[in-house]
């Protein structure tokens, strides 16, 4: 056994048992990616957003985080930031033209190396279609559910919008997008001259395309001039609707489809001015007392704060935020102010106030305009005795505010008085809420703005 051992050369008799040659390792390459930058959602209503400029320029290198464009939604400008680390290596879409949302408007490339490629990818998807009768090239892919807010294509993050560029001032350093840098050295046009309207002052293209036009107005014909000079309008022109506009245009004619009814009511405001008067030097505005006075009211009668969505039912809405209308350099804007019912009228003035600046600088967040759930519109600023406003979607009703003004009264003793009153008239939302209602909550208000001690609580 021993010698057998010794002499004996054991041989596998399985072939899985035989020893093959090792497999040659394989080197694994990562291609670098190119990501599609796509227009984003900012609101509910977005359909389609306007660049409003480009904080970067092609082939500038991107951290995550950083803001790359400005995009004007229906309501507000917003940037938009990148969620990863590379380079803006094409821009598909130039300041003021419009994108629908969820195209592509710029092409990320992950390293230095693929801008080119990246480029090419532009230049092919942008190329100029056949004349006619060959079909147009298909516009960039849409996703069939578009995100809510700003994404990439690789990943549905969503952006964070915030105003991080200061405005232009005498003396220190021009804040413009690269754009209107090129077009203002193009058009010979000094931009420490140009008053910004993008974002916290940012010049944009438009600023200084307008700048131009002024500087050559002494070479335009004598009745040109006196229009641009008085109004700035060119008469006989034709001007699409700004982003804003179409919004609020989609809007009025949604409201149409509801069936609405109105109720007017005179209002004495005498005590109401007396306060005013006492509490404006603590920064209290009328528009803020107005928006209390009217949540408080709402308090008691939660059918007026309600809305119908869907035709179907309606929803008493839990919390009262009063939205008021404030024109804004191209449309028009509804601001909220959240839970006025509880927030003390001191608080509430100092909120307001913010809002308004943000809504005029067009840095309001989306639910900073779209969450109302009953709209204020004041007018009696601009002497208008009485108006009648048209409803908000989605919302029961909207009160029109006219202005106070002095008026003989006959008083309960049988006299003749003076008394200073305002008319109000409500439109309401008639599947919803009856005249019956309005009439109850209209006596509930100005029995609040009559005695008026309820507002400084």
Not at 138 to 156: C, E, K, L, Y
Not at 354 to 381: C, H, I, W
Request: hydrophobic share 40%.
């Amino acid at each position: 056994m021993a010698r057998l051992l010794n002499t004996t050369t054991f041989l596998p008799s399985s072939p899985s048992l035989r020893r093959h040659p090792l497999p040659r390792r394989r080197t694994l390459v990562i291609q670098a990616k190119i990501r599609e930058i796509f227009m984003p959602a900012l609101s509910s209503t977005m359909t389609e957003g306007k660049i409003v400029s480009w904080i970067k320029s092609e082939g500038d290198k991107l951290s995550k985080g950083e803001s790359v464009v400005v995009v004007e939604s229906d309501k507000a400008d917003m940037d938009v930031e990148t969620f990863y680390d590379g380079y803006l290596a094409a821009i598909m879409v130039e300041e003021g033209a419009v994108a629908p949302v969820g195209s592509a408007i710029a092409l990320l490339a992950e390293t230095e190396a693929e801008i080119d490629a990246a480029r090419s990818k532009a230049t092919s998807t942008n190329s100029p279609s056949p004349p006619p009768p060959a079909p147009a090239p298909a516009p960039a892919p849409v996703s069939n559910s578009p995100p809510p807010q700003a994404t990439f294509s690789t990943a549905p993050a969503v952006p964070v919008a915030s105003a991080v560029h200061p405005a232009s001032e005498g003396g220190r350093r021009v804040v413009a997008s690269p754009y209107a840098k090129k077009l203002a050295k193009e058009m010979g046009v000094e931009l420490s001259g140009v008053v910004g309207s993008g974002p916290m002052g940012r010049v944009v293209a438009k600023d200084v395309e307008a700048a131009a036009a002024m500087a050559a107005i002494g070479g335009v014909s004598p009745g040109k001039k006196a229009a641009a000079v008085g109004t700035g309008i060119d008469l006989g022109s034709v001007v699409p609707f700004t982003t804003m506009q179409s919004a609020v245009s989609r809007n009025m004619v949604e409201s149409l489809s509801v069936p609405t009814f109105r109720v007017g009511y005179t209002i004495s405001t005498d005590a109401l001015d007396a306060l005013y008067k006492k509490i404006k030097s603590k920064g209290v505005t009328m528009t803020a007392l107005l928006a209390k006075a009217t949540a408080l009211a709402l308090v008691k009668h939660p059918v007026v704060n309600s809305s119908c969505r869907d035709g179907k039912s309606f929803t008493y809405n839990s919390s009262i935020n009063i939205a008021v209308a404030v024109a804004i350099d191209g449309g028009l804007i509804t601001p909220v102010l959240h839970d006025a019912d509880k927030v003390d009228i001191y608080s509430l003035s100092r909120k307001w106030k913010e809002l308004v600046d943000k809504a005029r600088a067009k840095q309001l967040q989306p639910n900073e305009y779209n969450s109302g759930t009953f709209t204020l519109s004041n007018l009696g600023m601009f002497g208008v005795d009485r108006f009648d406003a048209i409803l908000p979607p989605g919302t029961g009703a909207i009160m029109a505010v006219g202005g106070s003004s002095p008026a003989v009264v006959a008083t309960k003793d049988g006299r003749i008085g003076m008394k200073t009153q305002m008319q109000v008239n409500v439109t309401a939302d008639h599947r919803v809420i009856y005249g019956a209602d309005l009439a109850a909550f209209l006596q509930t208000l100005s029995k609040i703005i009559e005695d008026p001690k309820d507002l400084t609580l």
